[in-house]
């Protein structure tokens, strides 16, 4: 009964996210026509297939601020989810650091893990939490150039030369994959709770 109520809730979620009847268009960007209505349906992200998504209305009646906060959070969330798919993904292949050959994959490893590393994962979160901010400000003599711009000056990698339109491409690309990347990471757990994950990931060592 729990396993059909889950499959249930997702298939409803997987719903909200499938294209209109209309047919797709190939651009990355929506005509305005296509966009639900509303202050911030041109901002980066609202883009085909959803448009501006906000199904539960969190920006709704709420100011740029707040806006950039939220953007904020998902580029958080979405950055970590990334690394997050791809940590999993690489220790259920069996990759792991010298000595640490014994640690399961998945949930298993928070009670295979020695409680110093805990600590230390915790303590080492903590510290990185205690620096983010999700305010822009100036750090190094360096000004973000937008919420959730973190290079602080040390980082650039030749982007200071690239166009606005290249630029706007790649912080969409990344909103993408941290999207994406959030489902992701959702749908792995809970594919390892229904004990079933070695169907969509048959290569574990």
Partial sequence: MYKLALC?????????????????RASTSLAASDVVKGPYDS??????PLGFFDP?????GQDKEKFEH???????????AMLAVVGYLVTYAGVRFPGAEDIP????????????????????LFLMEAANSPTPGTYNNFEPEFMGD?????????????????????????????RAAQMGILGIM???KLGNLDTILPFQN
């Fill in 150 to 178: 973190f290079r602080n000056g040390a980082l650039d990698f030749g982007w200071d030369s690239k166009s606005d339109e290249w630029k706007k491409k790649k912080r969409a690309i990344e909103l993408n994959n941290g």
């Fill in 190 to 192: 809970v594919h390892e």
């Fill in 8 to 24: 249930s809730l997702l298939a409803g979620s997987a719903a909200a996210f499938a294209p209109s009847s209309q047919s797709a």
């Fill in 70 to 80: 939220l953007r904020w959070v998902e580029l958080k969330h979405g950055r970590i």
């Fill in 56 to 60: 539960f209305g969190m920006t709704a």
């Fill in 105 to 124: 994959s998945g949930f298993a490893a928070f009670s295979a893990l020695p409680g110093q590393v805990v600590a230390q994962m915790g303590f080492t």
């Fill in 43 to 48: 901002e980066l992200g609202a883009q085909a």
